[in-house]
């Protein structure tokens, strides 16, 4: 027996990268419902004004559901959902992102705390978004 100090925390990012500039959106939070995925895509439509969004979309159960079909209504055309085959990651460029993320944030580290995760996971994003044509890279973007 292990004694642990308490129950661990988790936290859950739901994000997106331009496949053709490396900028990333990135939201981190408590639950990864499908409120948070509204919310997300509310966030890239904002940040997208006045532009046509594709999303490459899993089938994911939380992609599913009337709060995030009325956000891709009431974008009017602008929010383009582009459903990939089931059990097929590979084929979504953040999938790539995520994996290079835990390898360099998380993979075997324990943060003093939540706050402490979140602003590594900050950090990160913030500097690659610095330095978009290695986020390319690692997507598979740019040889």
Not at 31 to 38: G, M, P, T, V, Y
Request: proline share 5%; with cysteine; net charge negative.
């Amino acid at each position: 027996m292990i004694p642990t100090p308490h129950q661990s925390y988790k936290r859950y990012g739901i994000g997106g990268i331009d496949y053709h500039t490396g900028e990333t959106v990135v939201i981190v939070r408590r639950r990864k419902r499908r409120s948070e995925i509204a919310e997300f895509l509310e966030l890239l439509l904002e940040k997208h004004a006045h532009e046509t969004v594709y999303v490459a979309w899993d089938n994911a159960s939380t992609h599913e559901d009337d709060e995030v079909e009325a956000v891709v209504r009431g974008a009017a055309g602008r929010l383009i959902l582009m459903y990939l085959p089931t059990y097929s990651p590979w084929l979504n460029p953040i999938e790539m992102l995520w994996r290079h993320f835990r390898r360099e944030v998380t993979h075997c580290e324990l943060f003093e705390s939540v706050k402490a995760l979140v602003e590594a996971t900050s950090d990160f994003f913030n500097r690659y978004n610095q330095t978009p044509e290695k986020l390319l890279s690692v997507i598979g973007a740019i040889p």
